[in-house]
């Protein structure tokens, strides 16, 4: 199926620990992001990649890591998390300004 | 950055109705899209449409870029309908989106 996948769906973790995500797309888009959306459902841009390359980076914590192996590929890494992460985090990819296609998110619970 | 507004925040509709979303936004754009976040949390692309009217089934959206707002209409809605409504814009800074708050769209039986 083409389409944008996350893994995984659901993450429950300890305060302090290191996760990571991954989210792969076969649409053979060019450009990648990170979206969070919080406990209201506000929807907020994270980082995005485009071909590779870090092209959005707002103002999270450094301990948000992208990571873009490939212009498939593009996993988010969180160091020492805290209970204020728990959120759910949307993987997205476009073909430059075009219409976005979105996984189906990871929801992370951080206790 | 630019600010999106959408309204209303909450609208409870019997099935069978119609009903108008709104959309506004502060400055100029070259892309905006309306998705449907259904109870289930999927993010549904539901129109590109920086400019002009589309239809897709039951679903039409109009955006007057010049007047910087959209409407999404909803006609004959069934309780599938149901879920968020955002709107999400783009200027000239590529192709991050901004997106609204949402509208929570609840349709009855």
């Known amino acids: 199926d083409t389409a944008v996948s996350q893994t995984p769906k659901y993450l429950v973790t300890q305060m302090g620990n290191d996760k990571s995500i991954k989210c792969e797309q076969n649409?053979?888009?060019?450009?990648m992001y990170w979206y969070k959306q919080d406990s209201k459902k506000f929807l907020k841009i994270m980082f995005s990649?485009?071909?590779?390359?870090?092209?959005i980076n707002e103002t999270v914590p450094n301990r948000f890591s992208p990571k873009s192996p490939d212009k498939a590929h593009l996993n988010l890494h969180i160091n020492s998390l805290e209970l204020g992460d728990s959120a759910v985090y949307f993987c997205?990819?476009?073909?430059?300004?075009?219409?976005?296609?979105f996984g189906s998110g990871t929801r992370l619970t951080v206790v | 950055g630019i600010q999106v507004e959408q309204s209303p925040p909450d609208l409870i509709l019997q099935e069978g109705a119609n009903s108008t979303l709104r959309c506004n936004f502060s400055?100029?754009?070259?892309?905006l899209q309306w998705f449907h976040q259904n109870p289930w949390g999927q993010l549904i692309n539901l129109f590109y449409?920086?400019?002009g009217t589309k239809q897709n089934g039951r679903l039409s959206a109009t955006t007057v870029a010049t007047e910087r707002y959209s409407l999404l209409y909803i006609s004959s809605s069934q309780t599938t309908d149901s879920g968020v409504y955002f709107c999400?814009?783009?200027?000239?800074?590529?192709?991050?989106?901004?997106f609204g708050e949402g509208t929570q769209l609840t349709v009855n039986p």
């Open positions: 997205a990819s476009s073909h430059a300004r075009g219409p976005y296609t």
């Open positions: 649409l053979g888009h060019d450009t």
């Open positions: 990649y485009n071909n590779k390359e870090l092209i």
């Open positions: 400055d100029s754009v070259n892309n």
């Open positions: 449409i920086p400019s």
């Open positions: 999400a814009v783009g200027g000239s800074s590529g192709s991050r989106l901004t």
